[in-house]
């Protein structure tokens, strides 16, 4: 009688759970969007490399009737974003600022969501490691769907001044999966309290193992400051790399891509043509390699970094801007 009694007592209490969370679903869902993506890419051809158009999607959450935040990789270097939210209406939207070392992004709808339901931002700093959290999004396309599990670890490397370096993430074993980056981890509140980022893994599918943004650093970072996105995917370059590429200087940014309708992209910053191999990373080769901004020479030190994010912080759209970057063997200005 006493197992038959705990048993019972356990079902009751898994079904009031499973209730919880399917209210809890039912109120935040809405706020969930999902995140269309053309971006320009190398692909072979043949024997020749060619740019092509590739589609990819992604997730993100509202949080006015204008604004939405996400991943970074979901919508750094796209040429064109479509954003579909539950009711089935898709607006068109763009980037306005974007960290890939948090991997965070917020990006505006090119006009408002009418009767926007939206998320509300909790205190990821309150989050503790055995916490339930859910995650909705569109893994493999499959829209709103839900996914949930515990938060297992903290990660914080927020002590730096300038903010390029920042990053915190929450480790969740919550299921994560392609297309699920940028939505949104709710705590049992219904609070964002993290935005997917990524998953580690062996295999390329998920294994327990996966990292959401915190939403304090997507506040600090993305709503408080709102650092102007250039649309240039950049790599570092220090030291042997850069002699290997007869930089002038220790340390500059090779560009990678470059979004055509984007600050940099008008200014005519150009990505790179060649892909190489380079230990264990893939890069694109050919492309600009930008020595300093306004004055600023690059310099892979807090002090230089902090300066540049400084700069940034002040920078409004249509605000002076100059590149000083090295091109076939030159060194040339770009001037907005």
């Not at 009031?16 to 679903?25: F, H, I």
Request: aromatic residues 6%; neutral net charge.
């Amino acid at each position: 009688m006493r197992y038959l009694l705990l048993g019972i007592t356990i079902l009751l209490y898994t079904s009031s759970k499973a209730q919880d969370l399917s209210k809890l679903y039912e109120t935040v869902r809405p706020s969930v969007v999902v995140i269309f993506s053309e971006e320009k890419k190398l692909e072979k051809q043949g024997a020749s490399l060619k740019m092509v158009s590739s589609q990819s999607l992604g997730s993100g959450f509202l949080i006015s009737d204008t604004e939405i935040l996400t991943a970074a990789h979901v919508v750094d270097v796209a040429e064109q974003l479509l954003v579909q939210f539950l009711d089935g209406e898709i607006i068109e939207a763009k980037v306005v600022s974007s960290f890939k070392n948090s991997d965070i992004a917020l990006i505006s709808l090119t006009t408002p969501k009418k009767n926007a339901i939206t998320a509300t931002l909790g205190d990821s700093d309150e989050s503790k490691i055995g916490e339930r959290v859910v995650i909705v999004g569109a893994p493999f396309g499959l829209r709103h769907s839900l996914s949930s599990g515990y938060i297992s670890g903290l990660i914080k490397n927020n002590e730096d001044k300038n903010p390029f370096t920042n990053a915190e993430y929450i480790q969740t074993d919550a299921a994560i999966n392609t297309g699920n980056s940028g939505g949104p981890m709710f705590n049992l509140k219904g609070e964002v309290i993290g935005i997917v980022s990524h998953i580690k893994t062996i295999t390329g599918g998920f294994q327990g193992i996966g990292f959401a943004a915190t939403s304090n650093i997507a506040k600090k970072l993305l709503l408080d400051k709102k650092i102007l996105w250039t649309g240039a995917e950049v790599v570092p370059l220090s030291g042997e790399s850069a002699k290997m590429l007869n930089v002038p200087q220790n340390d500059a940014l090779l560009v990678q891509r470059v979004v055509s309708n984007s600050p940099f992209g008008k200014m005519g910053l150009r990505g790179g043509t060649l892909e190489a191999t380079i230990g264990e990373q893939t890069i694109l080769l050919g492309g600009d390699i930008i020595l300093a901004v306004n004055g600023i020479r690059f310099e892979f030190t807090d002090e230089t970094l902090t300066k540049l994010g400084d700069f940034a912080n002040t920078l409004k759209p249509g605000d002076p801007i100059a590149l000083e970057i090295l091109r076939d063997g030159k060194v040339i200005l770009l001037r907005n």
